[in-house]
T-cell receptor
C-alpha cells in the first residue's frame, strides 16, 4: 500500500550547520506534501508545504525540495539552532484519499551547541 | 497558539472510568480530526468529521466514541480503556477535506496525554 517514510530515524547536527531531513513516498500520484515539526510535549506544527507542480519552495530558513522522479522529499534547515531540535514529519495527500494526510514515522533532529 | 485547543492536557484514568477529551478550533474550519500518537509509530488517524458529520472511522474500537456537536467542537468519549490505549491524542482541523490541492493543511492542537492504569 501507499506509505510515506523517512530515511533516518535520528539526525544530529552542530549548531550553525545546515540540516537535511529526507523523506521517501511511494504513491507517485501524491500531489501535496507538508512538513511538520513536533517539539517534545507539543502537537505537530506546520512548517512548509509544496505542491507536485513545484520542485522547490523556500520559507524562513527552511527549504523543501521535491524530486518526483525518485519520489523523494527533503527539508533543509539553514543555520540550525537549538530551538530546531524536534521530530520532523513529512506527510502526503494523494487523490482519492479524501484529503486525509498520510504521515511518515518521523526523524528526530538533535542540535549540539 | 495554534488555533486548536485541547483539554485536558494530561489525563490518568482507570480501566473502568469514563472520561472525555475536548477540542475546540478557532479557525473557522469545516473539518476536524482525532489522531492517536504512540511512541515510535506514525500518527494514526482515528476519526474525521466534515461539517459535523462523521466521514471516517478508521476501525477504531467502540470504547472510543467521538462527538461533534458543531463545527468548532469535537469530543472523544473514553470508556473501559486498556493500558495499550495510553498515548498522545491529537485533535486537528482543516478548512475542508476535499481533494483540492492546498485546501487541506491540517493544524494540530497540543494534544492530550492519556495514561490508562
Amino acid at each position: 500500500g501507499e506509505s510515506v517514510g523517512l530515511h533516518l530515524p535520528t539526525l544530529s547536527v552542530q549548531e550553525g550547520d545546515n540540516s537535511i531531513i529526507n523523506c521517501a513516498y511511494s504513491n507517485s500520484a501524491s500531489d501535496y506534501f507538508i512538513w511538520y515539526k513536533q517539539e517534545s510535549g507539543k502537537g505537530p506544527q506546520f512548517i512548509i508545504d509544496i505542491r507536485s507542480n513545484m520542485d522547490k519552495r523556500q520559507g524562513q530558513r527552511v527549504t523543501v525540495l521535491l524530486n518526483k522522479t525518485v519520489k523523494h522529499l527533503s527539508l533543509q534547515i539553514a543555520a540550525t539552532q537549538p530551538g530546531d531540535s524536534a521530530v520532523y514529519f513529512c506527510a502526503e495527500i494523494g487523490p482519492n484519499q479524501g484529503g486525509k494526510l498520510i504521515f511518515g514515522q518521523g526523524t528526530e533532529l538533535s542540535v549540539k551547541p | 497558539e495554534t488555533g486548536v485547543t485541547q483539554t485536558p492536557r494530561h489525563l490518568v484514568m482507570g480501566m473502568t472510568n469514563k472520561k472525555s477529551l475536548k477540542c475546540e478550533q478557532h479557525l473557522g474550519h469545516n473539518a476536524m480530526y482525532w489522531y492517536k500518537q504512540s511512541a515510535k509509530k506514525p500518527l494514526e488517524l482515528m476519526f474525521v468529521y466534515s461539517l459535523e458529520e462523521r466521514v471516517e472511522n478508521n476501525s477504531v474500537p467502540s470504547r472510543f466514541s467521538p462527538e461533534c456537536p458543531n463545527s468548532s467542537h469535537l469530543f472523544l468519549h473514553l470508556h473501559t480503556l486498556q493500558p495499550e490505549d495510553s498515548a498522545l491524542y491529537l485533535c486537528a482541523s482543516s478548512q475542508d477535506m476535499g481533494d483540492r490541492m492546498g485546501g487541506n493543511t491540517i493544524y494540530f492542537g497540543e494534544g492530550s496525554w492519556l495514561t490508562v492504569v
